[in-house]
């Protein structure tokens, strides 16, 4: 028996930066939306406007809660900042929130954690990449699983989930339907088939991102665009939500 004939339907989050992202990920097919900012340096918190719009779509988003680009190590002021933005994200009427903090030495911080899902009482929790970069994902998971996240967001400790496979599966193992891991980095119609097969996930997260057709050069001149920027693309989004339904 393969892992996925013991699964229910997989579910696939996109990650948009932009109210076109959010409408490409909806008409593309995503079941729930991870709602950031400036996704070119991994997602930041998005603004309450997009948090509002998206909160009125209809369609499932969880907002990232992430104060600024770089670490995850957060001091008392990151952590007030992060309080207040999970604040109005409940009061947007958005379901859940995306979270993650880290020591220097690449550990969860489970006290900075714990402060940041006191404040999230009653909100969907998703434990971002951060435990990517720590030094025991099996510790870390168990972390996540006392703390009362709902899920987290693996590459499986590696660039890609893809290369990232076989600790993605045993995550899953370990989780025994305490926590559900999602897959993601790198995940597209192409793999993502076959990477659900091999790990067992639930659910799988992409940007389904597309460089767009024509930049300005003087919007990169200007600093205005970011070299390797990308666009939400729905059909991109429905290649993937594709493959994922032809498992069953």
């Known amino acids: 028996m393969t892992r996925t004939e013991v699964l229910e339907r997989v579910r696939l989050e996109v990650c948009v930066d932009s109210p076109a992202g959010v409408a490409a990920a909806i008409r593309g097919g995503a079941d729930r939306l991870e709602l950031c900012a400036a996704l070119v340096v991994g997602g930041l918190t998005p603004s309450r406007g997009l948090m509002a719009l998206a909160a009125a779509s209809g369609?499932?988003?969880?907002?990232?809660?992430?104060?600024r680009?770089?670490?995850?190590?957060?001091?008392?002021?990151?952590?007030?900042?992060?309080?207040?933005?999970?604040?109005?994200?409940?009061?947007?009427g958005l379901p859940g929130v995306v979270l993650g903090a880290s020591l220097p030495s690449g550990e969860l911080d489970a006290a900075a954690l714990a402060i940041l899902v006191d404040r999230a009482d009653?909100?969907?929790l998703t434990l971002h990449r951060a435990i990517d970069?720590?030094?025991?994902?099996?510790?870390?998971?168990?972390?996540?699983?006392?703390l009362g996240f709902e899920r987290?967001?693996?590459?499986?400790?590696?660039?890609?989930?893809?290369?990232?496979?076989?600790?993605?599966a045993e995550l899953v193992d370990h989780a025994r339907g305490r926590i559900s891991i999602m897959a993601g980095s790198g995940v597209n119609g192409d793999n993502a088939v076959d990477l659900i097969r091999q790990t067992?996930?639930?659910?799988?997260?992409?940007?389904?991102?597309?460089?767009?057709?024509?930049?300005?050069?003087?919007?990169?001149?200007?600093?205005?665009v970011?070299?390797?920027?990308?666009?939400?693309?729905?059909?991109?989004v429905m290649w993937l939500a594709a493959a994922i339904r032809d498992i069953y």
């Open 152 to 168: 987290v967001l693996t590459s499986g400790g590696a660039r890609t989930a893809v290369e990232g496979a076989e600790t993605i």
């Open 226 to 236: 970011q070299p390797g920027a990308r666009e939400t693309d729905a059909a991109t």
């Open 69 to 92: 680009p770089g670490d995850f190590v957060y001091g008392p002021a990151d952590l007030d900042v992060m309080g207040d933005d999970i604040d109005t994200a409940r009061a947007l």
């Open 122 to 124: 009653g909100l969907g």
């Open 133 to 146: 970069l720590t030094p025991d994902p099996i510790e870390a998971l168990d972390i996540a699983i006392e």
């Open 200 to 224: 067992g996930v639930s659910e799988v997260h992409a940007s389904c991102g597309m460089a767009p057709a024509v930049v300005d050069p003087h919007l990169l001149h200007f600093g205005f």
């Open 59 to 67: 369609r499932p988003a969880y907002a990232m809660i992430r104060p």
